[in-house]
């Protein structure tokens, strides 16, 4: 059995080569301009992790906005308490695709939100934007890849954003600077529970 | 060439099914209480997806509670705007592990921190309490596993844990209803784009 101090010093090692590293990549991270991140992948998490850093953003007395291209007619949490904390919303009106059936419909009501995307991809006040679930409207056709490419290239130097949702293209992938994918091990829902208020939506 | 109506056609036929699967599986999930939800993995967005499940329980009326292991001595823009909402933050007060080198006095500042928690989990009154970064303690032994898990299985039927942090251990992710593993595939650090204000903190 090894005894408590060879523990503690081995412990002390690791945590100081751990130091050692994080702090060489600190010093060597120096490049200071707005990122592009997608969060994608089936799994739990990728919206709220998007509503996180909005509210991680706006609580630091930055500018953000949203726009919610899917989950837009629920009640939902996060906008409440974010859009009275002044952060815009713009949300899609048309709910889940597959409750429409539509795709003229659907491929309108993208177009109609995705100009307010625009604009706001355009603002040099909004240091943040989040772009919620805009993968599927890529996906389906509503939205012309070419040109979100183009308006995330020409955005403002300080601004980040963030775009969610399950099966990024890979072009998407490309131009940003942190890619993160969701794979879900286990999901409550499979195991007969029902989404939860406050916590699902 | 498909021709449009074709290609309209076929659109709406998986759009159907889509919603045909999602339907059922809404059914199927009828069982209603609090969840266990883990996130974990190498990538970026756990804690901010934490974090926006906090805003999202808020936004909803429900009260919160936080616990945050390692990024508590940071000036911190969720908690800024969470804290004003309304949500209880307690804070380990040695900020990241390795710049304090010292396990004696990180494991007394995780127990310190983890009486707060136990209160919490104990708490009718939170619809949801998030545990930010708390693998790394069962990790590094700063807590006991066993205690841990007892009072997530003793807390009350209505309130729902989010626990993120890498590694999480086998047993929590075991007992835990909702497990996603955030995968890196390409983060901005590595670039050597520095940590944003307002993003990455």
Do not use: M, P
């Given at each position: 059995m090894v005894d408590k101090a060879v523990k503690d010093e081995r412990h002390k090692a690791r945590q100081q080569k751990l130091k050692e590293n994080v702090d060489k990549r600190v010093d060597a991270a120096q490049t200071e301009r707005?990122?592009?991140?997608?969060?994608?992948?089936?799994?739990?998490?990728?919206?709220?992790?998007?509503?996180?850093?909005?509210?991680?953003?706006?609580?630091?007395?930055?500018?953000?906005?949203?726009?919610?291209?899917?989950k837009g007619t629920w009640d939902c949490g996060e906008r409440n308490l974010l859009e009275g904390a002044g952060v815009e919303f713009q949300v899609m009106n048309t709910g889940f695709t597959w409750e429409t059936q539509n795709k003229e419909a659907d491929t309108a009501a993208a177009q109609k939100v995705w100009q307010a995307a625009k604009r706001m991809l355009a603002d040099p006040s909004l240091h943040l934007v989040l772009l919620d679930e805009i993968t599927y409207m890529v996906q389906y056709g509503y939205l012309d890849l070419d040109e979100v490419i183009d308006a995330l290239n020409a955005r403002p130097e300080e601004q980040s954003v963030v775009l969610t949702g399950r099966g990024a293209h890979r072009r998407l992938t490309e131009i940003a600077d942190t890619v993160s994918e969701v794979q879900p091990l286990k999901h409550a829902f499979d195991a007969g529970i029902k989404a939860r208020k406050g916590v699902d939506w």
């Open positions: 707005g990122v592009l991140i997608v969060i994608t992948g089936n799994g739990k998490g990728k919206s709220t992790s998007g509503f996180g850093t909005v509210a991680r953003c706006v609580g630091h007395g930055y500018k953000a906005a949203v726009v919610q291209f899917i």
